[in-house]
């Protein structure tokens, strides 16, 4: 008499099929692009055994992936919590050229040319042109922890370091990771919840950039279009002080991008800034505001705050502003002088996040929510919802 001898199982009596198997591959994200690695061709092959052992291959976009520990324990993770799976071997191959062209096309959403998506008719990212008149000011502070602060409140957020000469954003994210090229594209690294890219992840050390307007204008052509941003909230870019080649370029290069004035209290730094704010009336871009830095000093011992730079200055670039502009200038925020803030730029931990309490942190995070809550407005109109206030 014949008899049916049933299929070995897993673990749990229940034999995972191939479809099981992808589907929980489906929540598998790349860690750099943060897609399912479904979406990105990645997954070569899927092999479920009889017993219960499953071989999965996947595609790495580069030799070397320096996230392959990664990709292999969240392939793992994911393939060994389905019903059934006695064991999980995972195989590492590298995407072939054509591979690598195919998936940069899929990232810029079937376009093969280049293209600044930020500048594209309907981008709902904020951009914001973070200006100085002048060095010295803590105009990359206030732009990595407001990057840092957004982030910690649920945005996807991005930072260009535009300041070329003077790039020094992915210190104060407390990064030193390399970019990952696939074709002709780059995939940026995150720290602290922000992506970022900066001329100082290509450069050897503490090399100088020595470069004239042109090759400024196209390192930052770059930075917008060959970088893989996703589905950015907010991106901000750290520019050099004053009005010069980089200033210019984000003008051409996203129209749409919105100025964010930072000064300190003293008269000679407001005057500077108000200058360099009033290149929006030259490039037809709007001002979203003024931030008031090193306004204070809180006393370490009654508590009184120490004019260091005298004040007012703030307020005075937001009239003068809004008199050139002929459109209402605000002031954001007054950020005092304290040492955690340069202490949390100089380590790598934004002061927004190691002490978000403290009297710079508590200044860093009101400005940032009020420039997240613009976004979630122009993110609500784009659902056909109706923001609350007037963004």
Known sequence: MATDIPPATGATGTLPSEDDVRAALRRVNDPEIHRPITDLGMVKSVAVEPDGKVAVGIYLTIQGCPMRDN???????????????????????????????????????GQAEREVP?????????????????????????????????????????????DIYGHSVPRMLGTDARPTQVENMIMPPSAQ?????????????????????PMLH????????????????????????????????????????EILVVTTPQQAAAEVAERAGSIAVQTHQKIV???????GLPCPHCGEMVDVFGTGGGQRVAEGLTRTTGAEVPVLGSIPIDVRLREGGDDGRPVVLSDPDSPAGSALRSIAASLGARQRGLAGMSLGITPRGKF
């Open 193 to 213: 919840g922000v992506k970022v890219i900066s001329i100082g992840m290509f450069t050897p050390g503490n090399a100088p950039v020595v470069w004239r307007g």
């Open 118 to 162: 930020f500048a594209k008719p309907g981008s709902l990212t904020r951009v914001y042109a973070v200006a100085s008149g002048k060095g010295g000011v803590g105009k990359s502070s206030v732009t990595v922890n407001l990057a840092a602060a957004m982030a910690a409140d649920g945005l996807k957020v991005g930072v260009v370091d535009a």
């Open 289 to 295: 505001g003024v931030v008031e830095n090193m306004a």
């Open 218 to 257: 196209r390192a930052l052509q770059q930075f917008l279009a060959d970088v893989y941003w996703g589905d950015l909230d907010v991106l901000l870019l750290d520019l050099p002080p004053g009005t010069g080649d980089i200033a210019i370029s984000v003008a051409q290069l996203v129209p749409g991008a």
């Open 71 to 109: 990709i292999t324990a969240d392939v793992t993770a994911a393939v060994s919590a389905v019903p059934g799976v006695r064991e999980v071997a995972v195989e590492l191959d590298v995407m072939s050229d054509e591979q690598r062209k195919e998936l940069a096309t899929t990232l810029r959403g």
